[in-house]
């Protein structure tokens, strides 16, 4: 490893200089910062294809009102001229995930729409994204990587089969490196969330959230949780367990009178959206964490959102009593004033599979009024009794 120091140190000291440099020029501007060599450019080229493909993508959701919302929350939360140097594209996939690549292009999935609670949990996650973004963390990792590997390859040279020990050790490095931005992104992200006007401690309850999702699945399969799994050798992220904790004490820090977390908003935005959300996390198949999920959602009280959930997700498990649960769950979201028109679905549904046939086709049709150009129509109606 001697050797291997001796090597990189010129490569790496003309990387740092190219990261200062690309640093100072983000500082400068985030809206309208450019590549500063071949090497960058060349990142660039490869994020602009992905970008194309992801235009096209089956997945991408083009829904305005909600992409609309999703940027405000980063806007509100970086500020308007950082927010311009950003694109957003929200993807339906029902995981917990984010990304955004040293071009500008952000990625949502679905499935962190789902388990944010508030606007304030949002912006932390896309604070978070963003922090990478102005810090450059991608090209950095890049030049690293490049330098470290040029250096391999004289060492394969050098040291014939010792070169496979050296790389597997500088791999290593690396990956240790990215872990330490994360944790640098996640503390930056703090103070977006505060210049945001939300409550910092945000940050913090997603991952004890997560966590306590993760053993909810793990208890549901009789398995032991992942929560304090670093997923194998090549993981980038600290361990969730010291992330909430470190989040936690730096938020402690913050000046939170008067930040907000934004729940009512963040309902608001997410419900029209509401019945796929659902449909893509019960398909998941992990009835655990779907229900320790929905039972996270209402902490503040059972909505009509989060029964109408409850009552899909037993209807989906179908086990001993769960249709009879499942029914009166619908019901409960439909005294409560529920609009979807897929709750008299699930009800329905759940009635025929509990013998009540009467009353069940009965809201099979009050389905198909209610959503006449609904994509299941002709196989509804004719279980409500019709042609």
């Known amino acids: 490893m001697a050797m291997t120091a001796i090597l990189a140190q010129p490569l790496q000291a003309e990387s740092n200089r190219k990261i200062e440099e690309s640093k100072q020029?983000?500082?400068?501007?985030?809206?309208?910062?450019?590549?500063?060599?071949?090497?960058?450019?060349?990142?660039?080229?490869?994020?602009?294809?992905?970008?194309?493909?992801?235009?096209l993508s089956k997945f991408l959701v083009k829904d305005p009102a909600l992409n609309e919302y999703v940027r405000k929350v980063l806007c509100k939360t970086v500020g308007e001229l950082n927010c311009q140097a950003t694109r957003i594209y929200i993807m339906r996939t029902p995981h917990f995930n984010a990304s955004m690549a040293p071009n500008g292009m952000m990625i949502v999935w679905t499935g962190l729409l789902l388990r944010t609670r508030n606007e304030a949990e949002l912006a932390s996650v896309l604070g978070h994204e963003f922090s990478h973004f102005e810090n450059l963390h991608s090209i950095q990792s890049f030049r690293d990587i490049r330098a470290k590997t040029d250096a391999m390859a004289w060492i394969s040279v050098i040291a014939g089969s010792a070169g496979s020990l050296a790389s597997l050790g500088l791999l290593g490095l690396v990956f240790d490196f990215s872990r330490d931005m994360e944790r640098e992104a996640d503390i930056l992200a703090l103070d977006h969330l505060v210049d945001g006007g939300y409550d910092p401690m945000a940050s913090s309850a997603i991952w004890e959230q997560l966590r306590a999702e993760m053993d909810a699945t793990?208890?549901?399969?009789?398995?032991?949780?992942?929560?304090?799994?670093?997923?194998?050798?090549?993981?980038?992220?600290?361990?969730?367990?010291?992330?909430?904790?470190?989040?936690?004490?730096?938020?402690?820090?913050?000046?939170?009178?008067?930040?907000?977390?934004?729940?009512?908003?963040?309902?608001?935005?997410?419900?029209?959206?509401?019945?796929?959300?659902?449909?893509?996390?019960?398909?998941?198949?992990?009835?655990?964490?779907?229900?320790?999920?929905?039972?996270?959602?209402?902490?503040?009280?059972w909505t009509p959102e989060l029964l109408y959930a409850r009552g899909e997700l037993y209807r989906a498990r179908g086990k001993d009593d769960d249709f009879q649960k499942a029914v009166e769950f619908y019901r409960q979201s439909i005294a409560s004033g529920a609009q979807f028109s897929e709750n008299w679905r699930g009800l329905g549904l759940s009635l025929l599979r509990s013998g009540v046939k009467e009353e069940g086709q009965a809201a099979l049709r009050d389905y198909v009024t209610r959503q006449p150009d609904a994509p299941d129509k002709a196989m509804i109606s004719m279980m409500a009794g019709g042609n």
């Open 25 to 55: 020029r983000m500082k400068d501007s985030a809206f309208d910062y450019q590549p500063i060599d071949d090497d960058e450019r060349g990142l660039w080229l490869q994020m602009d294809e992905e970008e194309r493909s992801i235009k």
């Open 218 to 301: 793990a208890a549901e399969r009789k398995v032991r949780s992942r929560k304090d799994k670093n997923d194998g050798f090549f993981s980038t992220h600290p361990n969730t367990g010291d992330r909430m904790e470190y989040l936690r004490d730096a938020a402690s820090k913050k000046d939170r009178e008067g930040k907000s977390l934004g729940a009512d908003e963040y309902r608001a935005a997410l419900l029209s959206w509401w019945p796929r959300l659902i449909d893509d996390q019960i398909k998941l198949n992990d009835f655990g964490a779907t229900e320790f999920l929905l039972g996270k959602l209402a902490d503040d009280g």
